[in-house]
């Protein structure tokens, strides 16, 4: 029920603001994956503005395929709403490995949220140089409005223990 009422929302929102918000977040992540960044960056709101500039944008999708190789396609996307806003997260095949672009797409049809993290199905493997012998692990979250998950790791020993 409550998805019929969203995508009604949509629907009606499309048809009275004329922005569609997923067609605002696969505009701009378009122009990220073509390199086109000032037109992103001409897409964001103000407060995403001030954080991310074109060229800092251009820096972060550089790193982005650097470290994983050229994009590939994309792979599907998931559609919510969170406090208002539309958020969009698109599943980015790379050449090394698949990452989710988060993008958050505001009332007024601009960008306030961008992201990137690996995708559900990544799996870190620690380099063989790690002496797991040296720390403990333990999976921990935290919950307010919403759940925080990590890890915490601690040394083993007495330490002092660079930071």
């Given at each position: 029920?409550?998805?019929?009422?969203?995508?009604?929302?949509?629907?009606?929102?499309?048809?009275?603001?004329?922005?569609?918000?997923?067609?605002?977040?696969?505009?701009?992540?378009?122009?990220?994956?073509?390199?086109?960044?000032?037109?992103?960056?001409?897409?964001?709101?103000?407060?995403?503005?001030?954080?991310?500039?074109?060229?800092?944008?251009?820096?972060?999708?550089?790193?982005?395929?650097?470290?994983?190789?050229?994009?590939?396609?994309?792979?599907?996307?998931?559609?919510?709403?969170?406090?208002?806003?539309?958020?969009?997260?698109?599943?980015?095949?790379?050449?090394?490995?698949?990452?989710?672009?988060?993008?958050?797409?505001?009332?007024?049809?601009?960008?306030?949220?961008?992201?990137?993290?690996?995708?559900?199905?990544?799996?870190?493997?620690?380099?063989?140089?790690?002496?797991?012998?040296?720390?403990?692990?333990?999976?921990?979250?935290?919950?307010?409005?919403?759940?925080?998950?990590?890890?915490?790791?601690?040394p083993i020993g007495n330490?002092?223990?660079?930071?």
């Amino acid at each position: 029920m409550k998805r019929a009422l969203f995508f009604t929302f949509l629907v009606i929102s499309t048809l009275i603001l004329g922005v569609n918000p997923v067609d605002v977040a696969n505009e701009y992540l378009n122009f990220i994956i073509k390199g086109d960044f000032e037109k992103a960056y001409d897409m964001q709101a103000d407060a995403m503005k001030a954080q991310l500039p074109s060229k800092k944008l251009e820096i972060v999708w550089d790193t982005i395929t650097q470290n994983y190789g050229d994009f590939v396609s994309i792979q599907g996307a998931k559609l919510f709403e969170v406090k208002g806003y539309t958020v969009l997260v698109f599943t980015l095949k790379f050449e090394k490995i698949d990452l989710d672009a988060r993008v958050t797409v505001d009332k007024e049809g601009k960008i306030a949220g961008l992201f990137f993290t690996p995708s559900k199905g990544f799996v870190y493997e620690p380099p063989d140089y790690v002496d797991k012998s040296a720390f403990s692990e333990e999976e921990i979250s935290f919950k307010t409005d919403f759940e925080i998950k990590g890890t915490l790791t601690r040394p083993i020993g007495n330490g002092p223990f660079p930071a």
